[in-house]
């Protein structure tokens, strides 16, 4: 009798120990999985850079994987009635939703899975996504910020307008390289659509990038502009003229009042971080330009020099993020530098464009 009460007795405490430890374990596995709050950074995203593989890598599988209810899409051009492929996520929610329209880079197409962040952010916020094709990779003459790519993006627009309930006060447009330069042609000539403009290390001006380039011929880049541009862009030449006609340097004045974010590494070595500066400039008034000698200096001694007088640390960029060297702001346009090479960051582009709101006319 004695021996069974003892087994009982060793039972209940076995019992109520597996309880114990159920317990604590649950509440490990809640601790370690955060709900994530709207509006809250990414956890475990910092760059593209650090993205896990290369910038380049396309793949509708790691798309899948991570964003299930992607679609592949085909939009058809309002300019030549050619079909472009795009990437979309809308969820099935019924009330307004940002637009978020993200550009791949120079080399890459439609499936670059570096924006996959983009479009978590998308569905952990309730946001609409799209990355369209715009002619794909910047070889050929359709591409490269050409009218017609400009116009697929506007058609991506046009067909997430179509497709989800988009806030018209809130589409917003990323891109970093060429997705960048990109994304400043298209808002400077439709510039009554964006909410924001997010552009890291964007290639201002196409001849002058061509001319810096010539100092790195293992680079494809100078090959590409010729091809899209019908001949190498010497200044005077008509091939100079269709680099103009593809340039943010000739179209930013007609962003002037809507909001930009530019961001520039002081080491980088592909495009120099004056690109970003003299785009700055060219956005805000001239009290607030930054003068020649000053972007001289940063492009050769790759520092920002110390009459550059910063505005201090910035609430977008974390302790992850790359660390920022310089920032400015003048009106709506945010100009920040930092110590880092060729690269675009997750969190502060997104931090900043869930700010920026647009009023519409009624």
């Not at 290390?201 to 061509?210: E, G, H, K």
């Not at 502009?225 to 200044?235: D, F, L, N, S, T």
């Not at 940063?298 to 302790?319: C, H, R």
Request: aromatic share 10%; charged share 20%; with cysteine.
């Amino acid at each position: 009798m004695h021996t069974l009460k003892l087994h009982k007795v060793n039972l209940f405490k076995a019992l109520y120990i597996l309880l114990i430890l159920v317990l604590v374990t649950a509440c490990h596995k809640s601790d370690g999985q955060k709900k994530y709050v709207p509006g809250e950074r990414l956890d475990g995203f910092t760059t593209t850079k650090q993205y896990p593989g290369k910038v380049a890598d396309e793949s509708i599988k790691d798309w899948k994987k991570k964003i299930p209810e992607i679609e592949q899409v085909s939009i058809t051009s309002t300019k030549d009635g050619k079909k472009q492929p795009a990437l979309f996520y809308a969820s099935t929610s019924t009330k307004k939703k940002p637009l978020l329209v993200v550009l791949h880079s120079w080399s890459s197409e439609y499936l670059q899975v570096v924006s996959i962040p983009y479009a978590l952010w998308a569905k952990l916020n309730d946001w609409v996504f799209i990355q369209p094709n715009y002619r794909g990779a910047f070889k050929t003459p359709d591409a490269m910020a050409s009218d017609l790519a400009i116009q697929d993006i506007m058609d991506a627009v046009h067909f997430a307008k179509g497709s989800a309930d988009i806030d018209p006060s809130r589409i917003y447009i990323v891109g970093s390289s060429g997705g960048a330069m990109t994304a400043l042609v298209t808002a400077s000539k439709h510039p009554d659509v964006w909410a924001g403009v997010v552009a890291w290390v964007p290639v201002f001006d196409l001849v002058d990038w061509y001319k810096f380039s010539q100092n790195y011929p293992h680079r494809d880049y100078n090959r590409h502009i010729v091809a899209a541009c019908g001949g190498e862009p010497i200044p005077g030449t008509a091939a100079a003229e269709e680099c103009k006609r593809r340039s943010p340097s000739t179209y930013l004045h007609n962003l002037k009042g809507i909001p930009v974010f530019l961001a520039h590494g002081t080491i980088d070595v592909l495009v120099p971080p004056d690109h970003s500066i003299r785009a700055f400039n060219m956005l805000v008034d001239s009290a607030a330009q930054i003068p020649q000698w000053q972007m001289d200096s940063l492009v050769i001694n790759k520092e920002v020099p110390k009459e550059m007088t910063s505005d201090g640390p910035s609430k977008y960029f974390g302790p992850k993020d790359p660390k920022l060297l310089y920032t400015k702001k003048a009106g709506v346009v945010d100009l920040f530098l930092y110590y880092g090479v060729h690269d675009m960051a997750y969190n502060p582009s997104l931090l900043w464009l869930n700010e920026q709101q647009k009023k519409i006319n009624q």
